[in-house]
Nanobody
Framework: QVQLVESGGGLVQPGGSLRLSCAASGRMFSIYAMGWYRQAPGKPRELVAAITSGGSANYADSVKGRFTISRDNAKNTVYLQMNSLKPEDTDVYYC??????????WGQGTQVTVSS
């Protein structure tokens, strides 16, 4: 089983930056695909960015060129660097770990608010 704890959310002005971190407990972190999702009240959770166990990343069109996902397997941590933030990026951000045989796990979420 994997436990995920997000951190780094907060209030930032439009155009600003934040870096989210997701620390994973348990073993075999390196074999999980990791992802960041976000969800607004009353809306479905949507994929923001994902990174495979091999390090390949993909992004939602709305964040391409602004957000960067990365992972440090030695620290069991995945990051989401968010630059040029917009008010529409305001959401609760969730970390996800997934492996086709070992299951899917979620963190508790961290609030990101972009506002002047």
């Amino acid at each position: 089983q994997v436990q995920l704890v997000e951190s780094g959310g907060g209030l930032v002005q439009p155009g600003g930056s934040l870096r989210l971190s997701c620390a994973a407990s348990g073993r075999m972190f390196s074999i999980y695909a990791m992802g960041w999702y976000r969800q607004a009240p009353g809306k479905p959770r949507e994929l923001v960015a994902a990174i495979t166990s091999g390090g390949s990343a993909n992004y939602a069109d709305s964040v391409k060129g602004r957000f960067t996902i990365s992972r440090d397997n030695a620290k069991n941590t995945v990051y989401l660097q968010m630059n040029s933030l917009k008010p529409e990026d305001t959401d609760v951000y969730y970390c996800n770990a997934e492996h086709r045989s070992l299951g899917k796990y979620w963190g508790q979420g961290t609030q990101v608010t972009v506002s002047s």
